[in-house]
């Protein structure tokens, strides 16, 4: 017995891909645009003295992000702007690129948010949340029975 792939050969078949490729796809891969919608990667790794958050944002330089804290709010936000033109004598040719992100994390009470650090290096932001001092797991230790 062999398996043989099934073909479908009725005239809706580029109806289909169309359908397929939009709602399997972003909307950029489907209209063409330069624009980047999408939100950037972020791992968040909790260690016993604090909490990172790694976001992955290669091609930005670290003038490009704006990280505020606001209540228990952390907001991570980039946003770049490119104009681009070019003259000859017989067109000029003017294009714009636009991309933007925003991400919002709830912050935990055992966050220390007085000494949040950030850094970024080679694409990667990466944010040092320290936790309080009553956050961090105690040694073990002995109860003696009376």
Same mark, same amino acid.
């Given at each position: 017995?062999?398996?043989? &792939?099934?073909? +479908?050969n009725n005239g809706l078949r580029g109806f289909d891909n169309f359908?397929? @490729?939009?709602?399997?796809?972003? !909307?950029?891969?489907?209209? %063409? =645009?330069?624009?980047?919608? +999408?939100?950037? +990667?972020?791992?968040?790794?909790?260690?016993?003295?604090? $909490?990172?958050?790694?976001?992955?944002?290669? %091609?930005?330089? &670290?003038?490009?992000?704006?990280?505020?804290?606001?209540? =228990? =709010? !952390?907001?991570? =936000?980039? *946003?770049? &702007?490119?104009?681009?033109?070019?003259?000859? *004598? #017989?067109?000029? /040719? /003017?294009?714009?690129?636009? +991309?933007?992100? #925003? /991400?919002?994390?709830?912050?935990?009470?055992?966050?220390?948010?007085?000494?949040?650090?950030?850094? $970024?290096?080679?694409?990667?932001?990466?944010? @040092?949340?320290? #936790?309080?001092?009553?956050?961090?797991?105690?040694?073990? /230790? &002995?109860?003696?029975?009376?």
């Amino acid at each position: 017995m062999s398996l043989v &792939k099934y073909n +479908s050969n009725n005239g809706l078949r580029g109806f289909d891909n169309f359908f397929d @490729t939009f709602f399997n796809n972003n !909307l950029t891969d489907v209209i %063409g =645009s330069d624009n980047n919608i +999408s939100q950037p +990667s972020v791992n968040v790794i909790e260690t016993e003295d604090d $909490y990172r958050i790694e976001v992955a944002a290669p %091609g930005l330089g &670290k003038e490009d992000f704006d990280v505020n804290i606001e209540d =228990s =709010s !952390l907001t991570i =936000s980039a *946003e770049v &702007k490119k104009e681009e033109e070019e003259t000859t *004598e #017989k067109y000029t /040719r /003017r294009e714009f690129n636009y +991309s933007a992100f #925003k /991400r919002s994390f709830n912050l935990p009470d055992t966050v220390n948010a007085e000494n949040i650090a950030a850094a $970024y290096e080679n694409g990667v932001l990466t944010l @040092t949340l320290p #936790k309080r001092e009553e956050a961090k797991p105690q040694p073990p /230790r &002995k109860i003696d029975i009376k």
